[in-house]
Nanobody, 127 residues
């Protein structure tokens, strides 16, 4: 029904920057609330950032607050995660997720169960 594809991952040195993209296609209905998650080897998937369907409200994990920025372009059905001041502990597979049921200005909570998930993109930060 809805397909999500992440891109923009790669290898960067500590202190560098990277921008991830998430493209939504298929039956998107209205604009989607979006979230970014990451999972390092041997660890559980953790919340990174979320944005409302309107794009006007956001939330971040404490570990990335001040360094990462989530945004969206509703005309293109795209969401982004700009990552600055990257650290080795940011190394993980990053996933985007989407939901079409939330109110226009509601930001998905950290434990929200999204309807749609992408395949993930690898981000590796070297020391």
């Amino acid at each position: 029904q809805v397909q999500l594809v992440e891109s923009g991952g790669g290898l960067v040195q500590a202190g560098g920057s990277l921008r991830l993209s998430c493209a939504a296609s298929g039956r998107t209905l209205n604009y989607l609330a979006m979230g970014w998650f990451r999972q390092a080897p041997g660890m559980e998937r953790e919340f990174v950032a979320a944005i409302s369907r309107s794009g006007g409200y956001t939330d971040y994990a404490d570990s990335v607050k001040g360094r990462f920025t989530i945004s969206r372009d509703n005309t293109k059905n795209m969401a982004y995660l700009r990552m600055n001041s990257l650290k080795p502990e940011d190394t993980a597979v990053y996933y985007c997720a989407a939901d079409s049921t939330l109110p226009w200005t509601a930001v998905p909570g950290k434990q929200f169960r999204y309807n749609y998930w992408g395949q993930g993109t690898q981000v590796t930060v070297s020391s």
